[in-house]
């Protein structure tokens, strides 16, 4: 776990970034004028806007860490632990391989990651597109 925390912290990092570059100045102005520390600015006012980013960063993250292999097979030993992936991987033989096997098992293993992005989806698209226009 801490592996993947310290592997997707830049994407993440650079993710959250860019969301709070475009949020309006204006905003964190009122909430100052108002009287709100900065604790209470975030938690009341950039917390709720950041769902959107949340939602990007929950997907692209879970996306990776569903789809490894490479951790999966160096730092995981036990087989029973593995990641789907490396399953997968198992599931061809060496001499032959039964691809209808295969493919229902690359069918399992992509369920939950469209159920994810079509559940999701428009939070996905609105926090990428939240950066696209200037003005």
């Keep these: ?19 709070y570059v475009n949020v309006p100045r204006s ?5 100052t004028v108002d009287g709100a ?36 097979i160096t730092v995981v030993p036990n087989p029973q632990a593995q990641p789907v992936t490396i399953a ?4 061809s033989g060496s001499f032959s391989v039964d691809w209808n096997v295969v493919m229902a098992g690359a069918v399992l293993a992509a369920l939950p ?4 992005y079509i559940f999701l989806g428009r939070f996905f698209i609105r926090g990428l597109v939240s950066g696209a226009v200037k003005g």
Excluded: K
Excluded at 88 to 91: G, K
């Design 1 to 19: 776990m801490l592996t993947h925390v310290v592997y997707g912290l830049s994407v993440t990092t650079l993710i959250f970034r860019n969301f």
């Design 27 to 31: 905003i964190v102005e009122a909430a």
């Design 37 to 72: 520390g900065m604790l209470q600015t975030y938690t009341r006012i950039m917390l709720p806007l950041s769902a959107p980013a949340f939602v990007v960063t929950l997907i692209f993250q879970f996306t990776n860490i569903w789809n490894d292999f490479l951790f999966g």
């Design 88 to 91: 997968l991987n198992n599931l």
């Design 113 to 116: 990651t469209a159920l994810v």
